[in-house]
């Protein structure tokens, strides 16, 4: 298996609503990524779990709330969102996440396109 | 000092044709420069990626060339086809930052049949 799976494909939520986004991944990768995009841009950093502890958080608001239950899985758990945080949301995942090292090749997941109304 | 800075924004080649996406960085601590492919409502892909002690990759249709005087570094995508259309990001990681990667601003191909 070497792909990344992401649910749902698409959400839609009201301002005042609690969802969670999910991630999953069989490749035995130990570091995962949350990344933001918006239309026409790159995408953003937002999180990165390696061995399952949080080791980067681009400063992103508390609405944002990640959690890996264990090194196949990411959940981002969103509330009291704001209609700019409508965007594709990606999940990435490498072999490792290292000070040592910098070629590890990240495999994106397709997304979950999260309108916030 | 973070910035990949990516050209051109937008690019029409006939089938068959070259297209060449260049990318500068300032960073010198990068060291690993990958490319990725991203169709409409896809995730991005894994193209192509490179070191700085290599100054051309080539796998397939694609070529990366790596200039680490100027800073620079490039995707040439020979025979562009079709189904090359596709906005492609390149991107650059810092050792001292493990994996983060810093993405330039993307370029959208379109590639005419």
């Known amino acids: 298996d070497t792909e990344v799976t992401q649910t749902p494909k698409h959400l839609v939520m009201g301002m005042t609503n609690k969802k969670s986004l999910k991630c999953e991944q069989h490749?035995?990768?130990?570091?995962m990524y949350w990344y933001k995009q918006k239309a026409k841009k790159p995408p953003e950093l937002m999180f990165v779990?390696?061995?399952?502890?949080?080791?980067i958080n681009e400063s992103v608001p508390s609405r944002f709330s990640p959690e890996c239950p264990n090194s196949s899985l990411l959940n981002l758990h969103l509330h009291a969102l704001q209609p700019e945080d409508s965007a594709l949301y990606l999940c990435?995942?490498?072999?490792?996440?290292?000070?040592?090292?910098?070629?590890?090749?990240?495999?994106f997941g397709p997304g979950t396109r999260l309108t916030v109304l | 000092q973070q910035q990949v800075k990516q050209s051109p924004q937008s690019l029409i080649v006939q089938k068959g044709g070259i297209s060449i996406i260049n990318c500068a960085y300032e960073?010198?601590?990068?060291?690993?420069f990958p490319w990725y492919q991203q169709f409409p409502g896809k995730g991005p892909a894994l193209l192509i990626a490179?070191?700085?002690?290599?100054s051309e990759k080539k796998e397939g249709r694609f070529t990366i060339s790596f200039n680490k005087s100027a800073k620079q570094f490039s995707l040439h995508i020979m025979d562009s086809q079709p189904g090359d259309s596709a906005t492609y990001f390149c991107?650059?990681?810092?050792?001292?930052?493990?994996?983060?990667?810093?993405f330039g601003g993307g370029t959208r191909v379109l590639v005419k049949p």
């Open positions: 990435a995942s490498s072999p490792v996440q290292s000070r040592m090292r910098s070629n590890n090749e990240q495999f």
């Open positions: 490749m035995g990768h130990r570091a």
């Open positions: 779990y390696s061995y399952e502890k949080l080791s």
């Open positions: 960073n010198t601590a990068f060291d690993y």
């Open positions: 490179i070191r700085p002690d290599v």
């Open positions: 991107a650059a990681s810092p050792k001292a930052a493990g994996n983060k990667l810093t």
